[in-house]
């Protein structure tokens, strides 16, 4: 998972930088998560909700994909938390223990992202008021649109990629977890697919405003594996989840 916080720290990074575009104001509050500014996951479920609904492009599909696989590892934490320490499950100690430090790191990488996937759009449209009245200025407006829709499609991928990762690890939870919370451990894996398909469809959308074909043509190949991913680890998870059920 180094890879997907070096690419936050990445995306944090330009967004700094281009601070000073809005008056030297950030566009995010003082409250930090993992040291790294934030406002939306410092919100309230209701509020959030509230600025959900707004009639206003963030946050959307992205931030909310994130939230969903957030919610997935805090389901999967929840169980791990349920089953270390009891003598029933002492044979698989060791196993829920590092389930836990892997769904723990999972989760606050996609905290992250909730914001991070609000900031890249909010990069996409900096770009798009960028004059463009002279040559220079037309040159300068589509580099920064280019670098700006490559993070707006990065930064859902990393969702994508992270809740399938988390995926792998509730189909191990589910057998080998406690089984009074098996329910949970299932709607861990559907929160979680739901999350993998919504960043995936936000994917597809940015897409489009990538002009480089050959980096356009490996995002899309990485969006059709996690799609196939995402459908076998499914039925695997929810496998697992109701064969733990029918042993009740």
Not at 82 to 94: K, S, V
Not at 121 to 127: D, F, H, K, P
Not at 192 to 219: F, T
Request: with cysteine; hydrophobic share 45%.
């Amino acid at each position: 998972m180094d890879w997907m916080r070096r690419l936050l720290r990445r995306l944090w990074e330009r967004i700094a930088r281009r601070g000073g575009e809005d008056g030297g104001r950030s566009p995010r509050t003082d409250s930090r998560v993992d040291g790294v500014r934030a406002m939306l996951v410092k919100m309230t479920v209701e509020e959030f909700s509230d600025a959900l609904a707004a009639g206003t492009p963030t946050p959307g599909g992205g931030s909310a994909a994130a939230l969903s696989g957030t919610l997935a590892a805090s389901l999967a934490l929840m169980v791990c938390d349920l089953t270390l320490g009891r003598e029933r499950y002492a044979a698989h100690e060791e196993a829920v223990r590092s389930i836990r430090e892997r769904a723990g790191a999972l989760r606050r990488d996609l905290l992250a992202l909730v914001d991070r996937d609000a900031e890249a759009y909010g990069e996409v449209m900096r770009a798009l008021r960028m004059p463009k009245e002279s040559e220079a200025q037309k040159r300068d407006r589509a580099t920064a649109l280019a670098h700006a829709n490559l993070f707006a499609t990065e930064t859902p991928i990393a969702t994508a990629e992270a809740c399938a990762a988390l995926m792998g690890l509730v189909i191990e939870l589910a057998r080998k977890g406690n089984v009074n919370a098996v329910s949970d451990v299932g709607s861990a894996a559907l929160l979680a697919y739901a999350g993998l398909r919504a960043a995936v469809m936000n994917v597809r959308v940015n897409l489009k405003g990538i002009k480089d074909q050959e980096k356009a043509a490996k995002a899309r190949e990485r969006v059709r594996r996690l799609e196939i991913d995402a459908e076998r680890l499914r039925e695997e998870a929810l496998a697992a989840a109701f064969a733990r059920m029918n042993s009740l």
